[in-house]
């Protein structure tokens, strides 16, 4: 079991202890989305396998909804919006009750949530139940927030009373990604929600499962049909069309950088709110002064938690010149007792990736990394465990003898996979961190709180620890400088990008 603390993401406390087994059903089961309050096919009857990569069957089908479906969410979304007595004319703390309904009944199906996410994306069934609780907490945030949203008064130069009142912007778009399903949904829904906003959620086609259970619950939660309305669909075509629909006035995002950029274009047409939350190359910088044996203890866990599959995994370690043999050591003696398995078993700390082809591309960067000259020092590869021979599994790699400009140390991976690199000095620890287009997420570690916090100051990232992995917390902003996003979930941060600011003057003359 991980402990909670040293997870990168911090919204992963453990769950209540399972009760049901997380047992796979013979027959796939069909799911459907939900669009204005109705489980819908897709308008032309298509649909896409969900396949569990810690054994390669299909354990459903879904709905390959487009562009057609996409006009009917946007459709059930407006009339929710503009629905005289509805979501958005509630008062807040009406809205934030039923937001609090939600969130109990997240934390009461628990178990099932988790085994459905354990089985769609090979989470380790500790850390999906871990995850559901995060997104229970989330709903709750934002159920006590959603009546705490208040404008200003402002001492104008004309004889005058001047306000500003905080607006739900209407119709919002939410495009979240595989990595963390349920708990990315929850970073945008709740917020959004909670500001008045109707939503039309766009799942990742690996995992379009709970998105969908999250729809029946806030409906079972009083939440109005029309307001939480879910499309499943491959991101080109349903992605593209949620993106780029003239009905939706805001897009949020969760993904590749990439795929970002073109959100971004898509959203352009009519310049649509756009927040993104991308990728990243985070570093982990250590000093020699630091406390190593923590260091290494937690650590594993910032890289090699869900698989690599994290846009915060600290997938660079920077370490002083004079403490990185005894580094070396320690981290690869921390992270051979990391336990790959299966992801059904509650002792398992990292399950599969989430499909043979991640596995591959990240195999690729492997053979890459070796050909660059760096040094594997652990792992590399498959497990030899005949049991795994059937999943996406992938052995915790370490790389040492890194260079910056190497690909392993540049691009983001996205897969259990870290390089060791050395540096000499604190300038060029920082200048070697910097030295990327992303600024996600960082860790420093040092005794000299001095030198600690120069060195937090001059690190180019949204989100940063020291003597920590934890630095993502449900209360406070999360987001990336660079190429690593724009805009700032989770706090009180995250209603400012589901709501429109208005400036109103009254003549008191
Ligand atoms: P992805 O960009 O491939 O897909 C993300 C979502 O976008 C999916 O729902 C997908 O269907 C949709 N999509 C794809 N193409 C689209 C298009 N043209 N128009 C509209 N939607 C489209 O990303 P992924 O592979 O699902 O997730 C991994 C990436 O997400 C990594 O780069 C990771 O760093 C990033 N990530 C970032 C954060 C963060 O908060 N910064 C968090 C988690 C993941």
Known sequence: MIPAPIRSLPTHPKGP????????SSAPTAARMIIGGEAVEAADGQTFEVVNPATGRVIATAPQGGPVDVDRAVAA?????????????????????????????????????????????????????????????VFDYYAGAANKIFGQTIPVS?????????????????????????LMASWKVAPALAAGNTAILKPASYSPLTAIRLAELALEAGIPAGVLNVVTGPGGSAGAALAGHLGVGKVAFTGETTTGQEIMRLASGNVKKVSLELGGKSPNIVFAD????????????????????????RSRILVERSAH??????????????????????????????????RDRVKDYIEIGLAEGATLVVGGGEPQDPALAGGAYLMPTVFDGVSNDMRIAREEIFGPVVSIIAFDTEEEALRLANATPYGLSGSI???????????????????????????????????????SGIGRELGMSALDLYTEVKNVFIDLS
């Not at 009406?94 to 009944?105: E, S, T």
């Not at 630091?290 to 915060?312: H, I, M, W």
């Not at 050591?329 to 399950?351: I, N």
């Open 17 to 24: 202890e399972m009760t049901t087994p997380i047992a796979e």
């Open 290 to 313: 630091a406390d190593l044996e923590k260091f290494a203890r937690e650590s594993p866990y910032s890289v090699f938690d869900n698989t690599g599959q994290d846009c915060c995994a």
């Open 158 to 182: 004309k004889p005058g009373l001047d306000l500003t009142l905080r607006e739900p912007i209407g119709v919002v778009g939410l495009i979240v990604p595989w990595n963390f399903p349920l």
């Open 77 to 137: 979304a407006q009339r929710a919006f503009e629905d005289r007595k509805g979501w958005a004319s509630w008062a807040a703390g009406k809205r934030g009750r039923a937001l609090a309904k939600l969130a109990a009944l997240i934390k009461e199906h628990t178990d099932e949530l988790a085994g459905l996410e354990s089985r769609n994306v090979g989470k380790p069934i500790s850390g999906a139940r871990g995850e559901v609780t995060g997104a229970g907490l």
């Open 445 to 483: 570690w040092s005794r000299d709180i001095g030198k600690a916090l120069r060195t937090a100051r001059g690190l180019q990232s949204g989100v940063i620890s020291v003597n920590s992995n934890s630095s993502v917390h449900t209360e406070a902003p999360f987001g990336g400088y660079k190429m």
């Open 325 to 358: 043999e005894r580094v070396v050591e320690l981290f690869a003696e921390a992270t051979r007792k990391v336990v790959v398995g299966d992801p059904a078993d509650t002792a398992t700390e990292v399950g599969t990736m989430v499909s043979f082809k991640q």
